[in-house]
T-cell receptor, first 111, second 117 residues
């Protein structure tokens, strides 16, 4: 079982719609969760972090965490073509204290 | 946020040779991380480099193949030794802000794209 799992996509959504990106993790004691965005040919950049169960909102982005289900999601409201990128879920393992990345979900926002 | 410069940005190398990648940060940082991203794949941590101590390598990566230097708080190098086509990848340097421990909030360099023929 992979430590951090994501659907590779591509996830295609029309402009203005809500994009929903999902991630599951295997280490039950993980405490810190992150979403990175990576444009094609570029390096990853951090867009959201979440540490507690529930929702965390930042502009058009909402991160959701459910530790009981070991599930993290990222919602992007009013999706724009500029949101087209690969979104990497990352988790700090509770035991190893290192950041582990999922394989990423490629998002395509269509006009 | 830290600004990270990596050199070279890309290179084409011959099998059996070695290449050293440099990573320069505009501020002092405790921990520097070297990742590899193979085509279409996610990021895999190679090693963590702390100033004044030996680098800590992840499972599957060894010092003989990926020697790392960390001479001060703003600079590190990663050498890819005795390269084979399987080493063709993007190598990324990343850092966390000084003094905050392992936060998961990483800043990345632009990456070094290596192609081994």
């Amino acid at each position: 079982q992979k430590e951090v799992e994501q659907n590779s996509g591509p996830l295609s959504v029309p402009e203005g719609a809500i994009a929903s990106l999902n991630c599951t993790y295997s280490d039950r004691v993980s405490q810190s969760f992150f979403w990175y965005r990576q444009y094609s040919g570029k390096s990853p950049e951090l867009i959201m972090s979440i540490y507690s169960n529930g929702d965390k909102e930042d502009g058009r982005f909402t991160a959701q965490l459910n530790k009981a289900s070991q599930y993290v999601s990222l919602l992007i409201r009013d999706s724009q073509p500029s949101d087209s990128a690969t979104y990497l879920c990352a988790v700090i393992s509770g035991t190893a204290s290192k950041l582990t990345f999922g394989t990423g979900t490629r998002l395509q926002v269509t006009l | 946020s830290a600004v990270i410069s990596q050199k070279p940005s890309r290179d084409i190398c011959q099998r059996g040779t070695s290449l050293t990648i440099q990573c320069q940060v505009d501020s002092q940082v405790t921990m520097m991380f070297w990742y590899r991203q193979q085509p279409g794949q996610s990021l895999t941590l190679i090693a963590t480099a702390n100033q004044g101590s030996e680098a800590t390598y992840e499972s599957g990566f060894v010092i003989d193949k990926f020697p790392i230097s960390r001479p001060n708080l703003t600079f590190s190098t990663l050498t890819v030794s005795n390269m084979s086509p399987e080493d063709s990848s993007i190598y990324l340097c990343s850092v966390e802000e000084m003094g905050r421990g392992v936060t998961g909030e990483l800043f990345f360099g632009e990456g070094s794209r290596l192609t081994v023929l």
